[in-house]
Structure formats: C-alpha cells, structure tokens
C-alpha cells in the first residue's frame, strides 16, 4: 500500500490515476499512524508553501514525515518543502534536504513551465533514464544544487531536479505527467 499524503496540495488525484494505472494500490490520507505504516509514501504537491506548512504542522505530519523510515517520494511542492527554507512566504520548511528553495529571477518566462531533460546519475529511481529523456515540470521556486542532488536540470540556471537522502527521494518535475519516462521513475521508486 502506498500512501499520499493530503495536505491541501494540488495534484493528488493525478498521482493516484498514474498509480492505478500502474495497478499499484494507494490511499489518500493525512493520517500520521496510516502514513507511517504503508509500504511507500508519496508527497505530493501543486500550491503554495507557507499555507502547506500550515496544514502540515496543525496535523503533526510534519513530525511524521521526519519519522518515515519507508522510502518517500516528495514531488514538485513536496521536494520544496523536504529542504530547509523556501523563499516563497519566507517559510521554514522540513529540513530533509540541506539547501534553500528560491524565486528564479525573471530572467526568462517564469513560471518553468513544459518539458526539459536533465542530467542525472543512473541508478536508484532514476535507472534507466538517459540524459535525452524529457519531464515535465511547472514550478516558479527551484531547489539550489546540494550534496543531496543527484539530477540536475538547467533553466534560467542549474537547479535540483532530483533528490536524494537516506529513504528520501524527490522530484522537481512531475513523473506522474511525464509520459514513458515519468512512468520509470514511478516504478523505480514501487520497486525500491
């Protein structure tokens, strides 16, 4: 059983169709004792990082995500808020990760919305993913490159695309709206 955790993000009936899709059993919850229990967690997230903080901290899931010893995938918001600080709402976040989350500078369109590929190490969830493939992202905050960082993707500058620490993993881009490739990562990570 893979749990998502719901936190007043966006984006979590997508997740959970790509996982039926992929016959995988899910359930939504923001139940710390079902979290902590499942097979996998996922942490999703479209939205904005101070009011998911907020949700996050009045349900203890704070606590809990820092207790997970399953592998979790935080995705897009989710990666943002496993680092230490974001810019957005100035908002202290889980401190998974160490390394800040910024606005880029408007340099060129903002949000980085659509497809792009990235650089990455090929094992782990990422196994079998060449540096050609494409994902689709869609994001205005970017994690700065850390020692945690094990795919990085370029626009405006390099940034975190893909995250690593311990049972913690993370995704800048969204695998669920990320066609075949999107898919590998899915079932790179079920397959932990």
Same mark, same amino acid.
């Given at each position: 059983?893979? $749990?998502?955790?719901?936190?007043? $993000? &966006?984006?979590?009936?997508?997740?959970?169709? +790509?996982?039926?899709?992929?016959?995988?059993?899910?359930?939504?919850?923001?139940?710390?004792?079902?979290?902590?229990? +499942?097979?996998?967690?996922?942490?999703? &997230?479209?939205?904005? $990082? /101070? /009011?998911?903080?907020?949700?996050?901290?009045?349900?203890?899931?704070?606590?809990?995500?820092?207790?997970?010893?399953?592998?979790?995938?935080?995705?897009?918001?989710?990666?943002?808020?496993?680092?230490?600080?974001?810019?957005?709402?100035?908002?202290?976040?889980? &401190?998974?990760?160490?390394? $800040?989350?910024?606005?880029?500078?408007?340099?060129?369109?903002?949000?980085?919305?659509?497809?792009?590929?990235?650089?990455?190490?090929?094992?782990?969830?990422?196994?079998?993913?060449? /540096?050609?493939?494409?994902?689709?992202?869609?994001?205005?905050?970017?994690?700065?490159?850390?020692?945690?960082?094990? &795919?990085?993707?370029?626009?405006?500058?390099?940034?975190?695309?893909?995250?690593?620490?311990?049972?913690?993993?993370?995704?800048?881009?969204?695998?669920?709206?990320?066609?075949?490739?999107?898919?590998?990562?899915?079932?790179?990570?079920?397959?932990?």
């Amino acid at each position: 059983m893979i $749990a998502i955790i719901k936190y007043n $993000a &966006g984006n979590i009936t997508s997740v959970q169709n +790509a996982l039926n899709r992929l016959q995988e059993e899910s359930i939504v919850t923001d139940d710390p004792s079902i979290i902590l229990k +499942a097979d996998k967690v996922i942490f999703p &997230g479209v939205g904005e $990082a /101070s /009011s998911a903080m907020r949700y996050l901290k009045e349900r203890d899931l704070d606590k809990t995500i820092l207790k997970i010893t399953q592998p979790m995938l935080g995705i897009c918001l989710g990666l943002q808020l496993m680092c230490n600080k974001t810019e957005e709402g100035d908002t202290e976040c889980l &401190g998974i990760f160490d390394t $800040a989350v910024k606005l880029f500078p408007p340099i060129h369109k903002v949000p980085h919305m659509g497809w792009n590929n990235l650089n990455t190490t090929d094992d782990g969830i990422m196994n079998g993913i060449q /540096s050609r493939d494409d994902f689709y992202f869609v994001h205005s905050y970017y994690a700065e490159l850390c020692e945690d960082t094990i &795919g990085i993707c370029d626009y405006i500058q390099p940034f975190s695309a893909v995250m690593q620490k311990d049972n913690y993993f993370a995704t800048q881009f969204h695998p669920e709206k990320s066609a075949d490739t999107g898919t590998i990562i899915l079932k790179n990570f079920i397959n932990l």
